[in-house]
């Protein structure tokens, strides 16, 4: 009888990077690692795949993570702004403005609608990011 231990790989299976980045397994399986930029597997816990949590730390970094953008917090902004700083798009603020998903303008004293460096802060901040590559 062979008793010798066959040793673990180093790597994180899908629901600890879940849980390390404060995320849903499914999201981390279903959305994040079918981005192109993913790491591939470096093995197997039992049935599941785990992944290089330095290489997974990097894709998540440069494509998954939105980048915190520098706004002053009482500074109004519009929305031709904000894209150009956060790269949320103007057409995706309208979207979620019609959603309830994007709060509303701050000042509306102009043909602009503006809001405050601090209101887009706090909106952006519970916002998920998922940046397609330029490929696709």
Known sequence: MDTTMVEAPD???YAEIAARHGRAESTVRNHWARHPAWP?????????????????????????????????PRRLYTAAEIENLTGVTSATIRADRARDRWPAP???????HRWYGATVNQSLAGRRAYRRSAQQ
């Open 40 to 72: 591939p597997s470096n093995g197997k816990k039992g049935r599941r795949l785990t992944f290089d949590p330095a290489l997974v730390d990097q894709a998540v970094a440069e494509h998954i993570e939105r980048p915190r953008a520098e706004l002053e």
């Open 106 to 112: 701050d000042d509306e004293s102009d043909r602009a």
């Open 11 to 13: 790597g994180e299976t």
